[in-house]
């Protein structure tokens, strides 16, 4: 059983910056499949970012250039830096990872962008 644990959600202007990290329960070199997912009120969850075992990445067109996708395999924890943020990034995120035929959520933090 993995368990996915997010913190660094929180309230910012237009423009600004956040962090986002994701600390594992297991070594994330066992994770095939790491990433960002987010929920928008009234919306389906959509892929934010993800990161393969060989650390290859993929964006949203949404998020391209403006959001990293990063991890530090040591402690065990996933990032994801968001600059210039928009109201529209408005959304709980999640973190997700998958280990052959699972999938793994962590319990999601709220990111509001607002002025």
């Known amino acids: 059983q993995v368990q996915l644990v997010e913190s660094g959600g929180g309230l910012v202007q237009p423009g600004g910056s956040l962090s986002l990290s994701c600390a594992a329960s297991v070594n994330i070199f066992s994770i095939d499949v790491m990433g960002w997912y987010r929920q928008a009120p009234g919306k389906q969850r959509e892929l934010v970012a993800t990161i393969l075992r060989t650390g290859s990445t993929k964006y949203a067109d949404s998020v391209k250039g403006r959001f990293t996708i990063s991890r530090n395999i040591g402690k065990k924890t996933l990032y994801l830096q968001m600059n210039n943020l928009k109201p529209e990034d408005t959304a709980v995120y999640y973190c997700?990872?998958?280990?052959?035929?699972?999938?793994?959520w962590g319990q999601g933090t709220q990111v509001t962008v607002s002025s």
């Open positions: 997700y990872g998958n280990i052959g035929r699972d999938d793994y």
